[in-house]
């Protein structure tokens, strides 16, 4: 539904920031894809580009088919935008902003207001239509924005830190939202620097850092490649760790790293073995007293900072 090849952006001129590098990415029809990267890693550029607010220095975008540059209105038509930051005119209350917002689709104002009124229910904001856009709070704003993105009903809806700011309620509705669009068919595109919500929505994430795209995959695959080439960590509690027992465990084949902790001991392994049960018995035949174990999480949280080298720009 979303085809991206060898994007490229530079901003001001050829000796300028290139923000985005020969990105290219797909997204099928009726999936939810999370785009991930740290600060000026290029998402909201991308997502620019995407919606045809600005033009690439090179590549192409096509979405349903229809390339950005060449059929801009035909894009438009079937994507919704929600911005980072909503723009709005200081005097217009909310009712009014999308109102104002519906008559660039040509849609007429009765049916507009009538379909506004409706979303701004949805958000929750029925009781704000009245209210003047510069008195909402940011988390009133995004939902706005939200309405306004679901306007027209598009199949297409490009979302930039849609949950940036929310509250934990605001959180819990806008994933419930965002599932609920999804079963409805729709094809959606989210950045985010918040793992955690990539993670519970997404089925396909880009991580980019740089203006370079340095992961594209399923969640599942990622975790999996990941953990087949990291070392294990398990975590050790136990009372009587002295230097026999850390000898002992040291000695067991496949680890590559003891470290007492204030609570017991950390035991590194090499990638894809399994030393549980061989640390419990040399713990315990060295003399100390087993609490319990836990296996490091490698959570995308790890992937995403090993890949990006844990820094923004
Ligand atoms: N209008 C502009 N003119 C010049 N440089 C720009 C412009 N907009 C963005 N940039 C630069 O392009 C790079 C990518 O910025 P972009 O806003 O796309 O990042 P981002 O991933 O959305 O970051 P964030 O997480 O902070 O929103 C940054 O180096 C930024 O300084
Ligand atoms: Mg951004």
Avoid: W
Avoid at 134 to 163: N, T, W
Wanted: charged share 25%; aromatic share 6%.
């Amino acid at each position: 539904m979303i085809e991206v090849e060898g994007l490229t952006k530079v901003y001001g001129g050829s000796r300028g920031v290139r923000a985005l590098d020969n990105v290219s990415f797909t997204v099928p029809e009726r999936s939810v894809f999370g785009f991930l990267g740290p600060n000026g890693a290029g998402k909201t550029t991308t997502i620019r580009i995407l919606a045809t607010v600005l033009d690439p220095t090179a590549g192409t975008v096509r979405i349903g088919g229809h390339d950005t540059r060449r059929e801009p209105m035909e894009v438009k038509e079937r994507i919704g935008l929600m911005p980072d930051e909503v723009l709005y005119y200081p005097t217009l209350t909310g009712l009014q902003h999308l109102v104002y917002y519906a008559s660039f689709y040509g849609i007429r104002r009765a049916e507009a207001k009538k379909r506004a009124r409706e979303l701004l229910e949805r958000m929750g904001l029925g009781d704000a239509e009245g209210k003047k856009v510069k008195a909402y709070s940011h988390g009133m704003r995004k939902r706005l924005s939200l309405a306004q993105c679901l306007f027209h009903d598009p199949p297409v809806m490009i979302m930039d830190e849609p949950a940036s700011g929310l509250d934990p309620l605001g959180m819990r509705s806008y994933r419930d939202l965002i599932r609920k669009l999804a079963n409805d068919g729709k094809t959606i595109f989210l950045s985010s620097h918040l793992l955690s919500e990539v993670e519970q929505l997404c089925e396909r994430v880009g991580i980019i850092d740089h203006g370079k795209i340095v992961a594209v995959d399923t969640i599942a695959n990622l975790s999996s490649r990941m953990y087949a080439g990291a070392p294990v960590v398990l975590h050790v509690t136990a009372t009587g760790i002295t230097d026999v027992v850390l000898e002992a465990l040291a000695n067991i084949p496949g680890v590559t790293g003891v470290q007492a902790t204030p609570t017991g001991v950390d035991v590194t392994t090499q990638p894809g073995t399994d030393a549980s049960s061989d640390v419990s018995r040399a713990l315990v035949l060295a003399g100390a007293e087993l609490r319990g174990m836990t296996k490091e999480q490698r959570s995308l949280e790890y992937l995403f900072l090993a890949l990006t080298k844990g820094g923004g720009a």
